[in-house]
């Protein structure tokens, strides 16, 4: 029988993957899914039954939380990455390393395929498909939801056909869930007016009034939330756990796919909104203007090829290698107030401050120079631009 990997979610398209694939086609079916945040214990239990219910020859759960974050998640820190303004790729991000990850395991086993339930019209089959074709273009890559164009309601009578009797009933709200936030999709984010009611997001408002909160950031890294320090992704999942409860990072991102239609989607990121927020604040206070400027144009740039699939192009690490120098210096406390549906950032604490009245205070006075050489120094700064007016004045 021929060997093959399939990326497996539980849900009714990998379901029907796994059936189809080892019913029809004949293959050895290894299902694998990978654990990028989100999961509980229960919920991959779950997840393994159905596997085996759908007979599969093995099933296998990858914890990959740790590599997502050391690879993915903390350049989306160190460069602010928030995609139109808004959205932190919360989705687009985990899928490279579950792509990665999966085609690692497809090369243990010496599989020759590779499946995914993936249909024609969204981002992820672009995704797992660059990842696949350059890491290992001897496997065959499968794909039989896209292939066969197939409905809900088929997927559904050809399981039942089949013997398996499930709960598929479709969900109102389609949720996807991990370490970086969580995307929602309904009937509302499929045109371009109505919102999403507060019901669709997972987290509800829980508390009132505020909460301080102290963030501890170690050379761009977050390192401590108030007095509790432990590794940075355990931070993001216990600073979420603060944050979701006021409701706090909640938004519709619309922005354009790679196969060229705008799309439009819910997201809930309560720690990669707030961790975001207060590293880019961190970082005014302890880089330079160049630094800054030049970060935020080639963050914009690692943020599109990311989401756009490009993760193993070989600029993505010299971006990364870039951004990683950058953050030298961004040492320091970030001191957050946190509200329902909204948060704010209080002031920062670090060695690294810039903005040192040693040297002068904004709008007040200065320490280093006298009034006759800032005279000096304007006149030449505007040196050129006086040059040009004249030039031109008589055209």
Same mark, same amino acid.
């Given at each position: 029988?021929?060997?093959?990997?399939? @990326?497996?979610?539980?849900?009714?398209?990998?379901?029907?993957?796994?059936?189809?694939?080892?019913?029809?086609?004949?293959?050895?079916?290894?299902?694998?899914?990978?654990?990028?945040?989100?999961?509980?214990?229960?919920?991959?239990?779950?997840?393994?039954?159905? @596997?085996?219910?759908?007979?599969?020859?093995?099933?296998?759960?990858?914890?990959?939380?740790?590599?997502?974050?050391?690879?993915?998640?903390?350049?989306?820190?160190?460069?602010?990455?928030?995609?139109?303004?808004?959205?932190?790729?919360?989705?687009?991000?985990?899928?490279?390393?579950?792509?990665?990850?999966?085609?690692?395991?497809?090369?243990?086993?010496?599989?020759?395929?590779?499946?995914?339930?993936?249909?024609? @019209?969204?981002?992820?089959?672009?995704?797992?498909?660059?990842?696949?074709?350059?890491?290992?273009? $001897?496997?065959?890559?499968?794909?039989?939801?896209?292939?066969?164009?197939?409905?809900?309601? $088929?997927?559904?009578?050809?399981?039942?056909?089949?013997?398996?009797?499930?709960?598929?009933?479709?969900?109102?709200?389609?949720?996807?869930?991990?370490?970086?936030?969580?995307?929602?999709?309904?009937?509302?984010?499929?045109?371009?007016?109505?919102?999403?009611?507060?019901?669709?997001?997972?987290?509800?408002?829980?508390?009132?009034?505020?909460?301080?909160?102290?963030?501890?950031?170690?050379?761009?890294?977050?390192?401590?939330?108030?007095?509790?320090?432990?590794?940075?992704?355990?931070?993001?999942?216990?600073?979420?756990?603060?944050?979701? @409860?006021?409701?706090?990072?909640?938004?519709?991102?619309?922005?354009?796919?790679?196969?060229?239609?705008?799309?439009?989607?819910?997201?809930?990121?309560?720690?990669?909104?707030?961790?975001?927020?207060?590293?880019?604040?961190?970082?005014?206070?302890?880089?330079?203007?160049?630094?800054?400027?030049?970060? $935020?144009?080639?963050?914009?740039?690692?943020?599109?090829?990311?989401?756009?699939?490009?993760?193993?192009?070989?600029?993505?690490?010299?971006?990364?290698?870039?951004?990683?120098?950058?953050?030298?210096?961004?040492?320091?406390?970030? +001191?957050?107030?946190?509200?329902?549906?909204? +948060?704010?950032?209080?002031?920062?604490?670090?060695?690294?401050?810039?903005?040192?009245?040693? +040297?002068?205070?904004?709008? $007040?006075?200065?320490?280093?120079?006298?009034?006759?050489?800032?005279?000096?120094?304007?006149?030449?700064?505007?040196?050129?631009?006086?040059?040009?007016?004249?030039?031109?004045?008589?055209?």
């Amino acid at each position: 029988m021929k060997k093959l990997v399939l @990326a497996y979610s539980g849900g009714l398209d990998t379901s029907y993957c796994a059936v189809h694939l080892t019913k029809d086609q004949g293959f050895e079916v290894h299902a694998v899914s990978v654990n990028t945040g989100g999961f509980t214990s229960e919920e991959l239990h779950k997840i393994e039954k159905n @596997a085996y219910k759908m007979g599969v020859s093995s099933y296998v759960n990858i914890d990959a939380i740790s590599e997502y974050y050391q690879k993915v998640i903390k350049f989306l820190i160190f460069g602010n990455v928030l995609k139109n303004n808004s959205y932190p790729l919360s989705v687009s991000a985990e899928r490279i390393i579950q792509a990665i990850k999966i085609v690692d395991y497809a090369k243990k086993i010496k599989a020759s395929h590779i499946a995914h339930g993936s249909t024609g @019209a969204g981002n992820d089959q672009v995704r797992f498909d660059m990842i696949f074709q350059i890491l290992a273009p $001897e496997i065959t890559i499968v794909t039989p939801i896209r292939d066969q164009q197939l409905s809900r309601q $088929e997927e559904i009578a050809y399981l039942q056909d089949h013997g398996i009797e499930m709960s598929w009933a479709k969900a109102k709200y389609s949720v996807n869930k991990g370490l970086w936030g969580t995307s929602i999709g309904g009937e509302e984010t499929l045109n371009s007016k109505d919102p999403l009611p507060d019901s669709a997001y997972p987290s509800q408002l829980q508390k009132e009034g505020s909460e301080h909160v102290k963030l501890g950031f170690e050379k761009g890294q977050l390192v401590q939330v108030n007095d509790f320090a432990q590794s940075p992704e355990k931070n993001i999942a216990y600073l979420n756990d603060l944050a979701a @409860a006021y409701a706090i990072g909640r938004d519709i991102h619309v922005g354009d796919t790679i196969v060229g239609i705008k799309g439009r989607v819910g997201f809930e990121a309560a720690a990669a909104l707030v961790c975001i927020k207060a590293h880019h604040q961190l970082e005014k206070h302890c880089l330079t203007k160049w630094q800054l400027q030049h970060k $935020e144009h080639l963050s914009s740039y690692y943020g599109m090829h990311l989401h756009e699939g490009h993760y193993l192009d070989p600029v993505m690490r010299d971006i990364e290698a870039f951004l990683q120098n950058s953050q030298e210096a961004v040492t320091g406390t970030v +001191f957050v107030s946190l509200k329902p549906y909204h +948060f704010s950032i209080q002031g920062i604490e670090s060695l690294h401050d810039l903005m040192n009245p040693a +040297f002068g205070s904004y709008g $007040e006075m200065n320490l280093a120079w006298t009034a006759d050489e800032a005279k000096g120094f304007i006149k030449i700064v505007a040196n050129q631009n006086k040059i040009y007016q004249q030039v031109n004045s008589k055209s």
